[in-house]
């Protein structure tokens, strides 16, 4: 049972040191307060939120790093290195990794004017990783519909709250390998969109070539999002396939007029998934490197 006191003797200045560092990071790059906020939900996703996507491997440990959904991908793990050095610094061996990661992502959000909630804390760092379990429990930018929603489903988050949590792509970016096929075989697409994108993604090569995941704010936690959408300027095909025709359309279409229903639904929803499955009490560990289990 987690809650929001956990540290309140034991480490009374965490939220202020997350909240220092996160603007240092943010303040040097914009994008920081997006990969950060996605480590937290890759992290959450594979076995709860444990830490475990923080884990090196090794030459005797595979972790979740080299997993498809991160590779080359997930990115921020210096600046929780950072935050972790300094919340040692002031209370040694007290706050787990999993717990910095979960704050930092919350200061990340507030830093780029999004919605704030109170984080339950608690969690403690698992001494494991699983390569496969990220493979197989994060969604893919092909996934469609009805896959988004059984794979969010099979966390306990609903459908709507899938929709909600989506908003995350109102900030930060995506490569071209991983919208191409949306932009240049897609139909359910703006066509002036669709051109913009393929000047900095060509058919073949630039395979890493950047674009943002919402067209115009993507250093902006607004609704922009879900006004691309129902402008059929998702950037992904998962993207687009919350509207599509389909079961979503509404929702998407109420977040796109309502900026403050898209913030309180993603703010709950948030702490909805900072407690899939915590260890708690006596399981687990407090690593003093996030990168290595004790
Ligand atoms: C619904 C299913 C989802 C899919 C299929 C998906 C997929 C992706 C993909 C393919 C990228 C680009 C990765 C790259 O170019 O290397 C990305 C980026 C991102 N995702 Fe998601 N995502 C999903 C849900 C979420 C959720 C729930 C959140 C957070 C609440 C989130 C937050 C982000 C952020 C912030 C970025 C940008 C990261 C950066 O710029 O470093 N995504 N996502």
Redesign the pocket.
Known sequence: QLSPNFYATTCPNLPTLVQNAMRQAVTREA?MG??I??LF?HDCFVNGCDASILLDDTATFTGEKNAGPNL??A?GFEVIDTIKTRVEASCNATVSCADILALAAREGVVLLGGPSWIVPLGRRDARTASQSAANSNL???S?DLAT?ISMFSAKGLNARE?TA??G??T?????CS?FRTRIYNETNIDSSFATTRKANCPASGGDNNLAP?DSLTSTRFDNNYYKDLVARRGL?H?DQQLFNSGSQDAVVRTYSINNAAFASDFAAA?VKMSNLSPLTGTNGEIRKNCRVVN
Do not use: D, E, V
Not at 171 to 175: D, K, L, S, W, Y
């Open positions: 994008r997006a990969s906020l996605r939900f080359n991908s990115r969604p893919s930018p996934s988004l899938m949590l989506s995350g792509h900030i930060g970016q995506a490569r991983l995941l992904l998962s948030m």
